[in-house]
């Protein structure tokens, strides 16, 4: 399946374009859809198309004839108390989170198709804010929350041809959480509230997407993996 086509939505930063840079050496074509292409080289197998899933109904780029995987990676990070959340706030988490992932399937799912008798796969991304309350994540949790309902329904849906899965990240060191990671004190104080002592990289989360894309998960779908150095699940 690595050699087939990939659409990533949000491949142009963070984990999307660790995700691109993982998967183009093997890759026929990789489609690259977000608003700027900040690091990300175009050329070879990857091309960039501009769309701003912020824009309700706003215009999306023509999705490839054959798509083997899709990756919706556009997320937010609005971190305020519920007394200071507007609903312009709530919706444009939902906007970004849910209804950017709805369009960027409704445009890719008539062109999935698995290869060699292994289905399509799909990609999407939560926080581990929605399994564990934390303050400060009403917005995104519950825009993220309907993600994971999201997956489960199209994971039922879409079956057997469409495989559809989730990562539930905690912190990592991207552009989108640059504003908590901004010194080397605050890095090592959130770093050591995990049980695995950091906090995630880019590589630990687009290697998870990479499997989940691939064969070797050709069995799993429907589900939300955590990825969160132990945060969610242990008390060490
Ligand atoms: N980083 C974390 O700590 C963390 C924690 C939990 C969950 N997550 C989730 O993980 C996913 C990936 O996050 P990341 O940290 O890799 O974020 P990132 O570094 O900000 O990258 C996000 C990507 O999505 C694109 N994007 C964002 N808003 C967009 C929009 N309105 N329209 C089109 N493209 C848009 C960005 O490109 P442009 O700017 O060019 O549009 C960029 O390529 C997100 O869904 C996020 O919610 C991240």
Redesign the pocket.
Known sequence: MDSGTYVI?????????ELVRMLAPSAARID???????D?EAGGVVRHAA?????PDGPLPEAPEEICGAV??????TLRSFRSLTTADFRHDLE??LI?AVRFLQACQPRLRGANGCPASVVL?????VGQGMPMHAS?AAA?GAVEGLVRSLAAEWAPKIRVNA???????????AR?LSSPEKREALASRYPLKR??T?AD?AAVARFLLSDESGWMTGQVLGLDGGMSTLRA
């Open positions: 939505a949000g491949g142009s930063s963070g984990i999307g374009l690259v859809w977000s608003r700027e292409l900040h990300l769309c701003d899933f912020g824009i919706y990676c556009p997320g937010t990070i970004v989170n950017g991304f939560s926080t581990v804010a995104v993220k990562i539930a990240p905690a912190l990592t060191d991207t552009p989108l959480a908590l906090i995630g880019p989360a």
